[in-house]
């Protein structure tokens, strides 16, 4: 085995391919019980980075350690290639030239670029070691797939779960287009925050309110850009609200906020004047603060909070869930004087054409310069953000398509949350749990060109937009053979049923909606579109693996659509993977730059030191990584490579089918060190089977660097170096390194792939790869608890024995611990019989050149080193050294034929010769 992994790896690579590793894998265990891990497809724009390498190698460990198990995991890799962040890549390469294209010349270059990308991500997560069908991937935008996404909305829209509405949408004004809540990431931003008063006009047809001059409700709001669509002030019901005097006017706002309401607006409390619940202010109504001719409505709502603010809500259902919700309540209509790009239009004609977020500034002026400013601050605080452009969004209320989660879809996906999925780590269920019970109706449309389109019919005479199953019918026929760009390609009468009308005014002439679907359904169908297709796969699958941040994203997305279209989940375990970090658990960010390239790791260790790194760390919380961390990983990877090195270099002369020792006839120290071994498999396949690859890690490397490297191997250097080649003894050893490194290469496959396989390839002729061999299992026979309880106090005694000897080492009266004899004291009777019975290997077992058991105590200043257990004398032999192995032996010298070596090495050369 040599090192140079960057480049002994591509030659690995090179042999796997020639003799065709992954379909040898894979038809092996065809027909087997299946266990599919089924890959959430990363977006084919970009290179790689450090967190699809992590997601990637953590998928590839699990379908390799299934397949070695006997298991069916044949892995089907996958590519998301329609949606915005690829459109934006075109349109960025493109520059101004974009608005000369149409919408199919703009499909037709994002396809090139998504294909680009999938052939450049393929051969990088090839050289990850990332094994699976690479010649046969799934992309969501290759026709058979795009089928598969039809035919699972078909069969929602037939169950009657999508609908047209016009409600508040999250909106990329950049990109002008509605988002999902998956598309939207937090972030934080500075805004006014404003205290507005809103004058009540009609307070004298209340008795509570007659005589009150000056009276204004008050409302706080942080977006003062949707003021203009303000339409109501909300009050909750059954919370108290107090009418304060301040001054010359009276204010209403909820008695419990009262005091940090006039201590934040610098007011002074003059009175209250009398205290009321919210129902009573219903009805009333208010001027608006910015359109004279408008007036706003007082309403109730029961999503009114006492968290902050004044407990009066300014309501404006064009721009925000909540208040279009309470605004159907009271029929109120959906005002939403901003356009696409999220510019005011001329139904705000004060500030027609300004940007909103522009607008902030002279509406508040605005406000001040008639009185309606109460106060006004900054606020800090979280804003959702688009995960494209990275600006705030706007809500917007505009006509598109949603999935309706209301008539059972919702309950039914929470229902399998809890019964019928398991959840890795256990919070991931209350995780998706919460997020489905809040989240809003999904909305699926998308104004964009790059998609799968959403097959709608618009009447051309009412605008009347429906969806047909027929029509999703003949659009699925022509997809099958030319794909999606069929529909933007073929006159609308070639996808109408005969007779159609426009089931709203009965008119015939239709057109063609324009809007896709969220690249979220695309990905979300991948269970029907890509596993129900293919009969080694199936739905559900075993398991779906991805990052924390997919609960509100594919997790999710592939949970409704199976309720929607199947009632049943997608899969019925989910793990999910923390986020690289670096060092100090810092996100890793250009600007930061303390991003580090996958690539670059791979090109300086090679890829198995970072398939190390990626077990090492409990993958379930975020994972740190930086160039210091990668060269203790490399450090530990050198010291599991040096003991596969060292096992291969002492097994060179030796054939198991000629030389191995039965079980039976092995030395009891031998014997021991299977049990170690047995304990190991067993830890070690059980950490694999719960997902916990940081302990197989721990478990193993720490076998190879202690139990084997520190002391096993150690002790058995004498055996393996000096005994001749056949002596029994020495055959015994060798039979253990035998078992240890035939079970660590396989407990080690699915993780460093590269370097066991080389290992591989010199330990046995009988298989082309390890990773067509079973993991390893314990044989009954290595089960032995009380020579591992007697070996447990061994090196108990062996720990003591070598704090003397260091002690001694230290002050420079030995070299080497064979320049050394022991006389031991055992402290009680139980450790004098242990130690009598292995007087035989004692010298062996400390690696000393003599040891002897005390018959009394040591003397006070005889003693090196104490325990419990042992009373330790080291002292230097005076026996002169064998050049052979280095023991001091008082037969040194004594055999005129052998002038400097002892005794048992004169006979073993002399047998040798």
């Not at 478990?699 to 096993?712: R, W």
């Not at 660590?744 to 590269?754: H, K, N």
Request: proline fraction near 5%; glycine fraction near 6%.
């Amino acid at each position: 085995m040599r090192a140079q992994l960057s480049r002994r790896e591509p030659e690995v690579l090179a042999r796997w391919h020639e003799i065709d590793l992954y379909n040898q894998i894979d038809q092996r265990n065809r027909g087997r019980e299946r266990h599919i891990l089924h890959d959430g497809p990363p977006y084919a724009n970009g290179d790689i980075h450090l967190g699809t390498a992590l997601n990637k190698i953590l998928k590839d460990v699990i379908v390799r350690h299934k397949a070695m198990s006997g298991y069916d995991s044949h892995f089907v890799p996958g590519w998301d290639c329609h949606g915005l962040p690829i459109e934006q890549r075109v349109q960025a390469d493109l520059g101004p030239e974009i608005l000369k294209k149409s919408a199919l010349e703009i499909r037709r270059l994002c396809r090139d670029h998504a294909l680009k990308y999938v052939n450049i991500q393929r051969e990088q997560f090839k050289r990850l070691g990332v094994t699976g069908v690479w010649d046969h991937p799934y992309l969501t935008m290759s026709p058979e797939y795009e089928v598969g996404i039809l035919e699972t909305f078909r069969e929602i829209v037939a169950r009657g779960y999508i609908y047209r509405g016009h409600k508040p949408v999250y909106w990329d004004c950049e990109w002008k287009t509605a988002l999902a809540e998956a598309e939207v990431e937090y972030d934080e931003i500075t805004s006014p925050s404003v205290y507005v008063r809103f004058p009540v006009l009609d307070g004298d047809k209340r008795g509570f309110l007659r005589g009150l001059t000056n009276l204004s409700i008050v409302i706080w709001t942080t977006t003062p850009w949707t003021l203009p669509a303000n339409l109501a002030v909300c009050l909750h019901p059954d919370y108290e609200y107090a009418i304060a005097r301040v001054g010359d006017e009276h204010l209403v706002v909820a008695s419990y906020l009262l005091s940090g309401f006039c201590e934040t607006c610098g007011l002074e409390l003059s009175e209250v004047v009398s205290r009321h619940r919210g129902a009573e202010f219903e009805g009333l109504h208010c001027g608006h603060p910015l359109i004279e001719d408008k007036q706003s409505l007082v309403i109730l709502g029961d999503h009114v909070t006492l968290e902050q603010g004044t407990g009066c809500v300014h309501t404006a259902p064009g721009h925000g869930m909540e208040d279009y919700l309470v605004a159907q309540e009271y029929d109120l209509p959906i005002f939403v004087p901003v356009d696409e790009n999220g510019c005011f239009t001329d139904e705000f004609p004060m500030m027609a054409g300004m940007f909103v977020w522009d607008a902030n500034v002279p509406i508040i002026r605005h406000l001040e310069e008639h009185g309606l400013l109460v106060a006004q601050s900054q606020l800090r605080h979280q804003y959702p953000h688009s995960w494209r452009s990275h600006q705030p969004i706007i809500y917007r209320a505009t006509s598109q398509w949603f999935m309706d989660l209301s008539r059972g879809v919702r309950e039914r996906a929470l229902e399998l949350i809890e019964r019928e999925v398991r959840w890795i780590p256990p919070w991931g269920r209350d995780r998706i749990h919460n997020m489905v019970q809040m989240r809003p109706e999904w909305c699926l449309s998308r104004q964009r060109s790059w998609g799968v389109p959403i097959p709608a019919i618009h009447c051309r005479r009412c605008g009347e937009a429906s969806l047909d199953v027929a029509v999703i019918d003949r659009l699925i026929e022509f997809v099958a053979t030319e794909g999606t760009d069929t529909w933007f390609e073929r006159p609308v009468e070639d996808f109408l049923p005969a007779g159609w009308k426009c089931p709203k005014c009965g008119n015939k002439e239709a057109e063609k909606g324009r809007d896709i679907l969220d690249v979220w359904f695309d990905s979300g169908a991948s269970h029907i579109a890509c596993l129900e297709k293919d009969p080694r796969l199936g739905s559900p699958c075993a398991l779906y693996l991805e990052g924390s941040d997919q609960h509100r994203g594919w997790f999710q997305s592939s949970l409704l659509i199976a309720v929607g279209a199947r009632d049943r989940p997608p899969y019925r375990t989910v793990l999910t993977h923390g986020f690289t970090v670096d060092e100090k658990g810092e996100a890793m960010h250009k600007s930061r730059g303390n991003v580090v390239d996958p690539r670059e790791a791979i090109e300086q260790m090679g890829a198995d030191v970072l398939r190390l790194w990626v077990v090492s760390e409990d993958y379930r919380s975020d994972i740190k990584f930086s160039q210091q961390i990668l060269e203790r990983m490399s450090d530990a990877y050198r010291r599991i490579r040096n003991t596969f090195k060292f096992l291969l270099g002492n097994l060179s002369d030796f054939d198991p089918t000629r030389h191995a020792v039965a079980y039976e006839e092995l030395e009891e120290m031998d014997r021991w060190a299977l049990h170690e071994l047995g304990v190991l498999v067993d830890l070690v396949r059980q950490a694999y089977d719960k997902f916990e690859f940081h302990k197989v890690f721990f478990l193993t490397h720490g076998f190879c660097a202690t139990e084997m490297s520190a002391t096993y191997l150690d002790i058995v250097k004498d055996r393996l170096y000096c005994q001749a080649p056949d002596d029994r003894e020495r055959r015994s050893a060798q039979t253990v390194l035998h078992r240890v490194l035939d079970t660590t290469l396989r407990l080690l496959a699915p993780i460093l792939v590269f370097t066991t396989d080389e290992a591989w390839q010199h330990f046995d002729d009988a298989s082309p790869s390890v990773h067509l061999t079973d993991f390893p299992q314990r044989p009954p026979e290595w089960n032995a608890p009380d020579l591992a309880r007697r070996w447990r106090k061994m090196l108990e005694i062996r720990s003591d024995v070598a704090r003397g000897l260091e002690i001694v080492r230290r002050s420079k009266e030995i070299g080497h611990s064979l320049d050394a004899e022991v006389h031991i004291y055992p402290r009680d009777a139980e450790v004098r019989a242990l130690l009598e019975g292995y007087r035989s290997i004692l010298s062996e077992w400390f690696i000393t050149s003599g040891c002897e058991i005390a018959a009394q105590p040591l003397a006070e200043d005889e003693i090196t080193s104490h325990s419990d257990l042992v009373e330790v004398q080291v002292v230097r032999s005076f026996h002169a050294k064998c050049e052979r192995c280095w023991q001091r032996r008082e037969s040194v010298g004594q055999n005129p034929e052998g002038a400097n070596i002892c005794a048992r090495c004169f006979d073993v050369m002399r047998r040798i010769k």
